[in-house]
């Protein structure tokens, strides 16, 4: 596999993503609400940079079988009460942009009192939203990346760095 970002690569750009979310923020009160499955480790890590008073949930969705997008279902049992409260979605990659985008319009029906979004990557020239993500640490090139999070089929979402999965990886 040919790595896309490495250990180091990855960590400064947490810390970037930290930084514009603390300085954003400051000392108010934010919710996070992270997007299963793919944003565990983003959350693990981006967390533990952040210094305000903080809450964490989950909302679990799964769209993509293989490299194919299939039919979103959104569990938002683990989100939190997010009624008046600041609330940051985390996701790991900002692709077409239908994941984010539905996550946040169900999010935006319980009334918060803000709602941004932070992903670790942005695939360049995907997007059918006519919206971004506030927080950005990364913008990569239209492949399919695994590791830090980002799985193919479940496999690989321990995988220290980001890599590209080529053909023969699939086969
Ligand atoms: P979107 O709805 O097309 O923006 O897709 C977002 C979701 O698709 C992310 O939460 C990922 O789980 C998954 N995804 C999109 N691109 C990739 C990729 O290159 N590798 C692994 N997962 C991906
Ligand atoms: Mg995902």
Redesign the pocket.
Known sequence: MKTLLDQEQLNDGVQELADAINSQYGNTPLTIVG?LT?SVVLMADLIRKLNMPLRVGVVQ?S??QGTE?GK?TINSEMMLDITERDVLLI??????????QEVRALMHTLGPASLKSAVLLC?TG?QEVDWRPEFVAFDIPD????GYG???NDQYRNLPFLAC?EEADIA
């Open positions: 997007v793919g969705t769209s993509y997008r979103l996701d790991d990659i900002f692709d077409t942009g239908h994941t984010l695939k995907r492949e399919f990346v695994v980002l799985d193919y999965l």
